[in-house]
């Protein structure tokens, strides 16, 4: 399955399962399932983000984008983030009025069964995202599996509080329950805003694929050494550009078929990624670092 056929699953399985749970926690005067089905809400405008951002991320370079548009994906998952935590503030306000205005909870075997249901659905759905989201290198599809991944918890966590709410008969937990998800949900959303906001800004590539880079260069005898190693993430790709020196009576012929030898090393190891061998001659003065 490719990444495009696994956002329109996102999105099919989420409506529907946005029906199942609205339905259900209306005919229950349940605040904790219609928070979930707010959660879900938000979790198929995130999939439609998702599915659009991916369909433009694909595009090859133009005129206007030289180095493509992988970088829709971060996009993407920025404003799944914002989407997130604005699901999580309308719970607990939701939640917040209940506890003030009174509440009270019936049909609660419906909601247990439809509850389950829910995450058993949403389970598949994660998994399989994450699988072509860890193939793909999408940081959309990521976002939109660690969306469902989670309401999969809250549909548990929320489960369980129907059931205590059955055994003790203490209406008043359904707001506190749900006040409880959408605090999980904010967690969710600051975690997902973190990592989005680190290839936006164009932050390194984790340490441990620098050493790595590092390592694969070390390991041609031919390369003296090397500086202004240099790597970011854009959406799917890695940009990596590094100046190598080798010896200054080096034949230019065999120090351009090194450059293409370094850089497929590095490819063969991260497919999809663009990288800049720039050839040095030792000796040569380092004006920066």
């Known amino acids: 399955m490719d990444k495009q056929k ?111 249901f829910v995450s058993f659905v949403k389970g598949i759905v994660s998994y399989v995202l994450f699988k072509v989201s860890k193939e793909e290198n999408s940081i959309a599809l990521k976002a939109d599996a660690t969306n469902l991944l989670t309401d999969v918890f809250t549909s548990l966590g929320v489960t369980t509080g129907l059931v205590i709410i059955k055994v003790t008969k203490l209406d008043i937990l359904d707001p506190i329950i749900s006040i409880f998800v959408a605090l999980i949900i904010i967690k969710t959303s600051f975690d997902l805003t973190k990592e989005v906001l680190k290839d936006l800004t164009d932050s390194s590539l984790p340490d441990e694929e620098v050493k790595e880079i590092e390592n694969i260069i070390k390991s041609n005898p031919e390369v003296t050494s090397f500086h202004k190693l240099r790597t970011r993430k854009s959406g799917t790709k890695r940009e990596i550009d590094v100046h190598v020196r080798v010896d200054r009576n080096y034949n230019i012929v065999k120090a351009h078929e090194l450059s293409h030898k370094v850089s497929k090393q590095i490819t063969d190891k991260f497919p999809d990624s663009h990288v800049i061998i720039h050839i040095e001659p030792e000796g040569k003065k380092e004006e920066d670092k």
């Open 6 to 116: 696994a956002a329109l699953l996102s999105m099919i399985s989420n409506s529907a399962l946005i029906i199942i749970k609205l339905v259900a926690g209306v005919l229950m005067h349940s605040m904790v399932v219609i928070s979930a089905a707010i959660d879900s809400s938000i979790d198929l405008i995130a999939s439609l983000i998702a599915f659009f951002s991916i369909r433009v991320s694909v595009k090859p370079a133009d005129e206007d984008h030289p180095y493509g548009h992988d970088k829709y994906e971060n996009i993407s998952g920025f404003i799944e983030a914002i989407l997130i935590f604005f699901a999580a503030v309308l719970i607990i306000y939701e939640a917040v009025g209940r506890i003030i205005a009174g509440t009270y909870v019936e049909k609660l075997e419906m909601g247990i069964a439809v509850m389950l």
